[in-house]
């Protein structure tokens, strides 16, 4: 039979002094155990933590009214359902109007001409334009507020990077595989530098790694640049823009694997390049 090797777990009966809340053996026992105790429940939430922050930044996932509105309003087109791309529109209408706001640019007549004719690839790339300047609007946030707090900081790039996976990224790869370039390969590497520019807060302050705001301004504006190249009827920002506006708000679907062509297979979120692009 295992026998315990602490004195304190033994038989009370054959060890009376154990009884004894002041016995230094039934002491330091306890003192482990709480130690040990409180550590593990630390790290429970602290992985707990980074798991919430890695699922969203604001939003679910589903709820997102960007991600949700595009790909409701592209799907609805692709059936011919006017009322239910009016639906869609409505949801957007506040995302337009951070836009006009923060960048100055009114995206509104064009998405409303594509609505009126019914073409869901038309409706599709006036929807992308939109969603190209929300991604600007968060890493301009993240700049213009020197990313002096670091959760939002986190939440706006979790955004930018589900707008261009899983809305702008189909288009780059096309032009990709088209073109014979590395354009999505870069942005993946440019939205892995944004994170790393973010610093760390280490655990328990063990690997903490101060915010590279230099390093944030610079990946951002060649990720803009970069990502616009493949659009470029989109307006872009001018030479040392990037950080002087205000913050916008917002997102995620599915990142397709390998090539689809465009028409009534491409996802419901791909947005095909337009004449004049990469694409």
Avoid at 103 to 127: S, Y
Avoid at 184 to 196: D, G
Avoid at 220 to 237: M, N, T
């Amino acid at each position: 039979m295992i026998q315990s090797s602490c004195s304190c777990t033994r038989n009370p009966a054959r060890n009376p002094a154990s009884r004894s809340a002041g016995h230094p053996r039934l002491h330091r026992c306890g003192h482990i155990l709480s130690r040990v105790t409180i550590l593990a429940i630390l790290l429970l939430l602290a992985s707990s933590d980074r798991s919430a922050m890695a699922q969203g930044y604001g939003y679910a996932k589903s709820a997102d009214p960007l991600l949700g509105g595009v790909k409701s309003a592209i799907a609805a087109a692709r059936e011919g359902n006017a009322e239910k791309v009016t639906s869609a529109m409505t949801t957007l209408e506040p995302l337009m109007d951070e836009v006009q706001t923060g960048l100055g640019i009114d995206v509104r007549p064009a998405i409303e001409t594509a609505k009126a004719k019914g073409d869901a690839r038309d409706l599709a790339f006036e929807l992308a334009e939109l969603v190209f300047h929300q991604l600007r609007l968060k890493l301009e946030a993240n700049v213009s507020e020197e990313l002096k707090v670091p959760l939002k900081a986190r939440r706006r790039l979790e955004a930018a990077q589900a707008y261009y996976e899983q809305i702008l990224s189909f288009a780059v790869r096309r032009a990709d595989s088209k073109n014979l370039r590395r354009d999505h390969e870069e942005l993946k590497n440019a939205f892995r530098e944004l994170r790393e520019s973010l610093g760390s807060e280490g655990l328990f302050g063990v690997g903490k790694k101060d915010p590279d705001l230099a390093k944030c301004r610079l990946v951002s504006a060649g990720l803009i640049e970069r990502l616009g190249g493949v659009f470029p009827q989109f307006p872009k920002p001018r030479p040392g823009e990037l950080g002087s506006r205000a913050p916008g708000k917002g997102p995620e679907e599915e990142d397709p694997d390998g090539e689809k062509p465009a028409g009534e297979n491409q996802p419901a979120g791909g947005i095909p390049p337009r004449k004049g692009s990469r694409g």
